[in-house]
Nanobody
Framework: VQLQASGGGLVQAGGSLRLSCAAS????????MGWYRQAPGKERELVAL???????TYADSVKGRFTISRDIAEQTQHLQMNNLRPEDTAVYYC?????????WGQGTQVTVSS
């Protein structure tokens, strides 16, 4: 599965960004899809995940601020990030699990200034 991510950038604290990730296969082939992030000097961590049934899981640090969604027809998933904080600064990676294999998109930088 090939994943194409877009939508990162620089924003002030309290602002919003929307990340998108397009998959090269039908969502019916995908078990789960979501986003991880990695800040400098830290391990990669789960941000949000959405399963094949549409159920979403979020990291505690982003609950209430981030929303993951998917457009099945467009084979695209989105991460709406509101009320961004400087600690959200990281490289965000699109992730997909399909046919027992994991795939990663290229990272997209999100920088939140204080």
């Amino acid at each position: 599965v090939q994943l194409q991510a877009s939508g990162g950038g620089l924003v002030q604290a309290g602002g919003s960004l929307r990340l998108s990730c397009a998959a090269s296969v039908s969502f019916f082939s995908i078990n789960a899809m979501g986003w991880y992030r990695q800040a400098p000097g830290k391990e990669r961590e789960l941000v949000a995940l959405i399963g094949s049934a549409g159920r979403a899981t979020y990291a505690d640090s982003v609950k209430g601020r981030f929303t993951i969604s998917r457009d099945i027809a467009e084979q695209t998933q989105h991460l709406q990030m509101n009320n961004l904080r400087p600690e959200d600064t990281a490289v965000y990676y699109c992730y997909c699990s399909a046919n027992l294999k994991s795939s990663w998109g290229q990272g997209t930088q999100v920088t939140v200034s204080s």
